[in-house]
């Protein structure tokens, strides 16, 4: 899992190293995915192509460090937001970092299939994993029969909505890359239908019951017939 000691708000953190890591982030997130070049970097945080790598040895080594560091500060507000603490605001927690453009930092990113994306998908998830089983002891979430399937899932279907935001802007009319479109108007018809699938679902129980009989005998059996297949070179 994530080694989450250490991270801090951007407002709070403005050593070189993290002062790079945001121009970093601020940078990917603005330019067309897979254009950003250390030069781009080193004059947006004001330091030279040489310090860049000095501090992180690679772009590679550079995308590591901001996918941690995005990593961290979601788990930060997924954290917040399950914690039983009535007063909290996820809107106003979320408008406290408006200087770090993570969905669109995520929404470029996310283009490429690359090793170092691979390992940012897979934080993303065992966060999840563990932030929703945080949620269960609070009583915020629904337990699952199987909570890395769940998390895997949902995530997977969270970072697609980033990929593919210039459709759900288009119909629905929020942009979910734009920090500030979370505290506006329009952003309820992205939040309110996804609440309602998150809270009340899609299947009513009674059908939801039926097809979960139906699915486990299906591939139970199937899991059967597979074992009892002959191995290759079997007659």
């Known amino acids: 899992s994530i080694a989450h000691q250490g991270l801090t708000m951007p407002s709070d ?5 993290a002062r790079i890591r945001d121009a970093a982030i601020h940078e990917i997130a603005s330019r067309p995915a897979g254009t950003t070049t250390v030069r781009h970097i080193a004059a947006a945080a ?3 192509p040489g310090s860049v790598i000095h501090h992180y040895g690679s772009m590679d080594g550079l995308h590591q460090a901001c996918n941690e560091h995005i990593a961290g500060l979601i788990h930060h507000f997924k954290s917040e937001a399950i914690a039983p603490r009535p007063s909290f605001n996820l809107l106003d927690s979320l408008q406290q970092s408006i200087d770090l453009p993570i969905t669109a930092y995520l929404a470029k990113a996310l283009l490429s299939n690359s090793p170092v994306v691979a390992d940012l998908v897979d934080l993303l998830v065992a966060d999840a994993i563990e932030y929703m089983e945080e949620g269960v ?5 629904r337990p699952s029969d199987n909570p890395e399937g769940r998390a ?7 970072l697609g909505g980033l990929v593919l935001h210039n459709h759900l802007e288009r119909l629905l009319g929020v942009d979910i890359t734009d920090p500030a479109a979370i505290t506006t108007p329009s952003a309820a018809g992205y939040a309110l239908p996804a609440l309602e699938l998150m809270s009340h679902g899609i299947l009513s129980d009674e059908y939801a019951a039926q ?10 059996q199937a899991s059967q017939d597979h ?9």
């Open 13 to 17: 953190d403005r050593t070189t190293k």
């Open 152 to 158: 895997s899932l949902l995530m997977v279907w969270v």
């Open 227 to 235: 074992e009892n297949e002959p191995s290759e070179g079997e007659s």
């Open 211 to 220: 097809m979960k009989a139906v699915f486990e005998a299906g591939y139970a």
């Open 137 to 141: 002891a609070a009583g915020t979430i």
């Open 46 to 48: 004001d330091v030279s």
